[in-house]
């Protein structure tokens, strides 16, 4: 069985930096993709960013230059560093992972944290 446990989110001052993480624990050989996506309230879930087994990243136009993410095999982690926050990056943040598992692929979901960028 494959669990991911998101943390680092919080209250952020608007202009403030955030780390996320996302970190894969079971019976797993490695991580094939992470995807983080946001769901603001009233809103629907939408891409944040991606990257790839290869290490290939992609962003969303709004995140752009602002978000990076990165990942650290070793640990089976995946990071969502979060610079210039604006009020508008307020939402739930959630992790989705292709893990390759002695069964196979399989897609999990972290449980969400919230990231509210306030004065």
């Known amino acids: 069985q494959v669990q991911l446990v998101e943390s680092g989110g919080g209250l952020v001052q608007p202009g403030g930096s955030l780390r996320l993480s996302c970190a894969a624990s079971g019976s797993i050989f490695g991580i094939f993709g992470t995807t983080w996506y946001r769901q603001a309230p009233g809103k629907q879930r939408e891409l944040v960013a991606s990257i790839t087994n290869a290490g290939t990243t992609n962003y969303a136009d709004s995140v752009k230059g602002r978000f990076t993410i990165s990942k650290e095999d070793a640990k089976n982690t995946v990071y969502l560093q979060m610079y210039n926050l604006k009020p508008e990056d307020t939402a739930v943040y959630y992790c989705?992972?292709?893990?390759?598992?002695?069964?196979?692929?399989?897609?999990?979901w972290g449980q969400g944290t919230q990231v509210t960028v306030s004065s």
């Open positions: 989705n992972m292709e893990v390759t598992t002695p069964r196979g692929n399989y897609y999990s």
